[in-house]
């Protein structure tokens, strides 16, 4: 059994910093891309930020330049810094990572990490 877990959420004032956290547990041969998607109320669930397993990125317009993707030496965490923080980042924000178990890679989500920027 696959598992995401997130952490690191929270309540921040506007220019504050987040650091996201998730790592994957279970059964794991072989973890592909892993990525960063939110999801504000009454809105359409978007691409944040993602990261290759050869440490490539892509980025949202909307955050470039305030957010930074990372693995970790492990492979099965993956970080989402978040600087400069505005009111519309406000969301929840999911992992989501292609993960092969034993023999194909399926897409896997953690349970979502609350982000509130308000002052």
């Known amino acids: 059994q696959v598992q995401l877990v997130e952490s690191g959420g929270g309540l921040v004032q506007p220019g504050g910093s987040l650091r996201l956290s998730c790592a994957a547990s279970?059964?794991?041969?072989?973890?592909?891309?892993m990525g960063w998607y939110r999801q504000a109320p009454g809105k359409q669930r978007e691409l944040v930020a993602v990261i290759t397993s050869s440490g490539s990125t892509n980025y949202a317009d909307s955050v470039k330049g305030r957010f930074t993707i990372s693995r970790g030496n492990a492979k099965t965490l993956v970080y989402l810094q978040m600087n400069s923080l505005k009111p519309e980042d406000t969301a929840v924000y999911y992992c989501?990572?292609?993960?092969?178990?034993?023999?194909?890679?399926?897409?896997?989500w953690g349970q979502g990490t609350q982000v509130t920027v308000s002052s």
């Open positions: 279970g059964t794991i041969l072989s973890i592909n891309d």
């Open positions: 989501n990572a292609y993960i092969k178990p034993l023999i194909q890679y399926h897409s896997y």
